[in-house]
Nanobody
C-alpha cells in the first residue's frame, strides 16, 4: 500500500523559506507524476505544484505560488521536494504529497505556518 511521509514544515516569518520533503513507499515511484497539495483551515485541499514522472520533465504550479515555489524529485530516493521561498501568510496550511492521478491515501502532512 502506498505511503507518503511529509517533513520539513515549521514556523517561518513572511519572506522566509522552507524545504519540504516527501518520502514515498509502496508504489513504483518513478512512473508516477507527483504533486504537492495544501489545505488551509476551512478551505479545500488544492494542488500547488506537480512534476512529471521522468526526471527533468515538466513542472506545473498554481498561480498563487508560481515564481516562489520549486518542485523537484529524486527517483533514486523515492522522494519529492518542495522549495518554498518568499513565503506569505496565505501560504499557511498543511502540505501533503500524493500522485497527480489515482490519488492514494493521504499521509499526515506537514504544517507550514507563516507568521511574524
Amino acid at each position: 500500500q502506498a505511503q507518503f511521509v511529509e517533513s520539513g514544515g515549521g514556523l517561518v516569518q513572511p519572506g522566509g523559506s522552507l524545504r519540504l520533503s516527501c518520502a514515498a513507499s509502496g508504489i513504483i515511484f518513478s512512473i508516477y507524476h507527483m504533486g504537492w497539495y495544501r489545505q488551509a483551515p476551512g478551505k479545500q485541499r488544492e494542488l500547488v505544484a506537480s512534476i512529471a514522472a521522468i526526471s527533468g520533465g515538466w513542472t506545473n504550479y498554481a498561480d498563487s505560488v508560481k515564481g516562489r515555489f520549486t518542485i523537484s524529485r529524486d527517483n533514486a530516493k523515492n522522494t519529492v521536494y518542495l522549495q518554498m521561498n518568499s513565503l506569505k501568510p496565505e501560504d499557511t496550511a498543511v502540505y501533503y504529497c500524493n500522485t497527480v492521478t489515482n490519488i492514494r491515501p493521504w499521509g499526515q502532512g506537514t504544517q507550514v505556518t507563516v507568521s511574524s
